[in-house]
T-cell receptor
Framework: NAGVTQTPKFQVLKTGQSMTLQCAQD?????MYWYRQDPGMGLRLIYYSASEGTTDKGEVPNGYNVSRLNKREFSLRLESAAPSQTSVYFC?????????FGEGSRLTVL | GENVEQHPSTLSVQEGDSAVIKCTYS??????FPWYKQELGKGSQLIIDIRSNVGEKKDQRIAVTLNKTAKHFSLHITETQPEDSAVYFCAAPRITGANSKLTFGKGITLSVRP
């Protein structure tokens, strides 16, 4: 049982480049989330999707877009990367309030 | 919205000793309080949670206590072991009733010295 799978695990971008982080879950969960984790800041919610076809902004949505492609997949896109988006990104899905996290994607923007 | 703070930010204990991590929250209507553990290079995992209708919950060496009056809840780990070394996050719902939309604390790094 793979759980929540994120790709890529590591990525280096130049300022202004775009990229998409992919996330897939095989637990048949309705809700999915994208968080970013920065030193001394904890986990902050970027976007979430309560169900297939819906997305909503979290605490720090600026500079990001998301797509809930189907029930399994929820992608996060950076259209024009900035150094402030250097972070570790975590995708999660939920059942009954418990969040199940992927292993993270470390993104560096130069 | 909810504001969640953890104290201290780092904690070092001797193997076998107990560790206590405290978390405060701001919204008196919050009713769900989970603790997540993040091991190095991994995603966070739920280790224990408590709802506002109880004051304490235990699961083997781990317990969580809740003080609604003071708006704080604490994680207690007894007989600590090296594998308890990790970052621990407390959380509370950003919106009352939406228990999966959480505001997380900044995390505490627990080090267990062998």
């Amino acid at each position: 049982n793979a759980g929540v799978t994120q790709t890529p695990k590591f990525q280096v971008l130049k300022t202004g480049q775009s990229m998409t982080l992919q996330c897939a879950q095989d637990m048949n969960h309705n809700s999915m989330y994208w968080y970013r984790q920065d030193p001394g800041m904890g986990l902050r919610l970027i976007y979430y999707s309560a169900s297939e076809g819906t997305t909503d902004k979290g605490e720090v949505p600026n500079g990001y877009n998301v797509s809930r492609l189907n029930k399994r997949e929820f992608s996060l896109r950076l259209e024009s990367a900035a150094p402030s988006q250097t972070s570790v990104y975590f995708c999660a899905s939920t059942r009954g309030g418990e969040l199940f996290f992927g292993e993270g994607s470390r993104l560096t923007v130069l | 919205g909810e504001n969640v703070e953890q104290h201290p930010s780092t904690l070092s204990v001797q193997e076998g000793d107990s560790a206590v991590i405290k978390c405060t929250y701001s919204d008196s209507a919050s009713n769900y309080f989970p603790w997540y553990k993040q091991e190095l290079g991994k995603g966070s995992q739920l280790i224990i949670d408590i709802r506002s209708n109880v004051g304490e919950k235990k699961d083997q060496r781990i317990a969580v206590t809740l003080n609604k009056t003071a708006k704080h809840f604490s994680l207690h780990i007894t007989e600590t072991q090296p594998e308890d070394s990790a970052v621990y996050f407390c959380a509370a719902p950003r919106i009352t009733g939406a228990n999966s939309k959480l505001t997380f604390g900044k995390g505490i790094t627990l080090s267990v010295r062998p």
